[in-house]
């Protein structure tokens, strides 16, 4: 394996490690699964132009049955409510609500700062690089997922 390519895995495990301490340092003494807190986030970062279960299984990688599982206990401790589309019934638009707008902003704010503070002594050309190579890098990742399932069915 090329240098580049083992860093790229040891440095997504780490980020992966600082992000579910920053998530837990935020969230403080409320118990919340991995998924929960996706929910809050998704909710608080694309609402509400992307505001359904099947929003946040496409976009964070989670299966629908285990969204639906974090939408249900989310819902029932009145940290979101739920609305049918007035154009298609099937359809529920998700917006946090109560507690869950306090919990979403302060791990927002946690995970800034922590964005924040990886960004340092790094300029913005180099970040726009950056971003610009994750995205086409997510993109692959998708493709690949998408393979991978397929494969599995």
């Known amino acids: 394996m090329k240098l580049w390519e083992d860093s790229l895995f040891v440095d997504a495990l780490k980020l992966e490690k600082l992000y579910r301490s920053c998530v837990r340092e935020a969230v403080g003494s409320i118990r919340l699964t991995p998924n ?6 998704f909710l608080s970062c694309n609402a509400p132009h992307h505001d359904t279960a099947t929003d946040i299984a496409a976009a964070r990688g ?3 049955a285990l969204v639906a599982r974090s ?3 989310l819902h029932r401790r009145g940290f979101l409510e739920g609305e049918r589309d007035e154009h298609d019934r099937r359809i529920i638009h998700l917006r946090l609500c109560g507690e869950g707008i306090e919990i979403a902003e302060q791990l927002q704010q946690k995970c800034g700062q922590v964005a924040s503070q990886l960004q340092q002594g790094i300029p913005a050309e180099e970040l726009k690089a ?6 086409k890098m997510r993109r692959n990742l998708d493709t690949v997922l998408q393979n991978t399932e397929r494969q599995v069915k």
């Open 71 to 73: 939408v249900d206990c």
């Open 62 to 64: 989670i299966s629908k």
């Open 130 to 135: 950056v971003h610009t190579i994750i995205k």
């Open 36 to 41: 929960e807190i996706d929910v809050l986030l």
